[in-house]
């Protein structure tokens, strides 16, 4: 089992930035795919960043990122802490949602778009809300 708790979320005006932290317990050995995801109110969830490893966490870590955040959002993970962290900046209202950090093993996501990423994903925090005012 692991157990994931986003924290960080809050109002800010656009333009600004946040800090998410994700903090993972328990078994996260194998699941070596963490992603952030967002639901905006009326839509589905989306992925927007994702890192992955080798079988156990390393600092040395992929990432990718949807187009909708490259070049704002930055994922990062602190191996000593087992804390992941979305640094979001240049915000804008459009990113405006709840976010949840979720754990996969990347075999059962590898190829998956950013749409369906969610559906691949083994393990979710219960998420922190991100407003954006205009």
């Known amino acids: 089992q692991v157990q994931l708790v986003e924290s960080g979320g809050g109002s800010v005006q656009a333009g600004g930035s946040l800090r998410l932290s994700c903090a993972a317990s328990g078994s996260t050995y194998s699941r070596n795919y963490m992603g952030w995801f967002r639901q905006a109110p009326g839509k589905g969830r989306e992925g927007v960043a994702a890192?992955?490893?080798?079988?156990?966490?390393?600092?040395?870590?992929?990432?990718a990122y949807a187009n909708s955040v490259k070049g704002r959002f930055t994922f990062t993970l602190d191996v000593a802490k087992n804390t992941l962290y979305l640094h979001m900046n240049s915000l804008r209202p459009e990113d405006t949602a709840m976010y949840y950090c979720?754990?996969?093993?990347?075999?059962?996501?590898?190829?998956?778009?950013?749409?369906?990423?969610?559906?691949?994903?083994?393990?979710w925090g219960k998420g922190t809300l991100v407003t954006i005012s205009s």
């Open positions: 979720a754990a996969a093993q990347r075999g059962a996501v590898c190829g998956l778009p950013w749409t369906h990423l969610h559906y691949g994903m083994d393990y």
């Open positions: 890192i992955w490893t080798g079988a156990a966490w390393t600092p040395y870590a992929n990432s």
